[in-house]
């Protein structure tokens, strides 16, 4: 997990967010958080397409994990850095995900003119947003895990009676 995110985590960030620290207004302040936050009745189709098409993809893992390498990393990285860092991934499935988040403007590939080909990825404005989105399940997970866990035993014992 990278600086910023373990600092949100702890929530020591002194009141600034990456948006806010970037000149945009603060997330809190365009989206309410509430636990009985209200939805709009009539989504644009289009919305509710992108919503449920992006959901399905940042769930899988590679891509979440992806997202986190290239951020902590602060430049680009090569395809043989990234098949390095993120452990267990083939080389078939990373070239796949990359391939993916590059179509959903996630990731920029650059391509050097050079033999052997070199090609480097590093996250868009739009892959950087979305990881400060899941950036809340990171922080979510850290306040509560022991309850989670808790649950889990819980369960895990009534399930070995």
Not at 87 to 102: A, D, F, N, V
């Amino acid at each position: 997990m990278s600086e910023a995110l373990q600092a949100r985590v702890r929530g020591d960030t002194l009141g600034e967010t990456p948006a806010t620290a970037a000149g945009s207004p603060p997330v809190s302040a365009a989206v309410p958080v509430s636990r009985h936050a209200t939805y709009p009745t009539h989504l644009d189709p289009r919305i509710e397409a992108l919503v449920k098409d992006l959901i399905g993809r940042v769930a899988d893992k590679w891509t979440l994990l992806l997202l986190e390498v290239l951020e902590e990393a602060g430049g680009p990285l090569r395809f043989t850095r990234l098949s390095e860092r993120v452990e267990g991934i083939s080389q078939k499935m990373l070239t796949q995900t990359l391939r993916q988040m590059e179509r959903d403007g996630l990731v920029h590939r650059k391509i050097y003119p050079v033999i052997p080909p070199k090609v480097e990825y590093s996250l868009t404005p739009l892959g950087h947003s979305l990881g400060e989105a899941f950036c809340g399940v990171w922080i979510w997970a850290a306040h509560n895990l022991d309850a989670v866990e808790g649950a889990r035993s819980a369960f895990d014992a009534r399930e070995t009676e």
